[in-house]
């Protein structure tokens, strides 16, 4: 057992490491070790166990928005948030954490949006709507000046 945990932690940090992105959801992780270790049969458990426990490597669970349209819309499946692992090392600052959560949150705008194109009844529509509405309030919160975004999601020139 000890051989695999070496094998599975030379694996994820190899990952965290070369991802342009620091920010590795932990199905990639878990993946990239069933696929070099040719080896589907063991437990994912396991894995988020020990990157959970390790002290180079920070994992993250996602936000949870307690609005009754946002939980259908997780239990439906339309939307999906998974764990997130990054190296301490790789840690962003505050301002970095900002503009993430911006660029993320803009994107989700967008699958919302999409979402609302192709729902099929109008009820869908109107709870779509009303998450739409509230994740551009979100946008709009986000937009301080510590963050340096301005209108348009640019970041200001320093």
Known sequence: MMEKIEIIEEICLSVLIESKDP?????????KCKDRMRDDRFDEAVIVSFLRSHPEIKVLDPFYINIPEVEGLFKRGDL?????AILKRRL????????????????????????EITAETETKKQQIGMVINKTKNLLWKLKDPA???????????N
């Open 147 to 157: 963050t340096g975004i301005k209108d348009g999601g640019k970041l200001k020139n």
């Open 80 to 84: 999906k948030l998974q764990p997130i």
């Open 92 to 115: 962003p600052d505050e301002k970095d954490i900002m503009i993430w959560l911006y660029r993320h949150t803009e994107n989700l705008l967008e699958m919302l949006k999409n979402m």
């Open 23 to 31: 920010w590795v959801p932990l199905e990639t992780l878990i993946q």
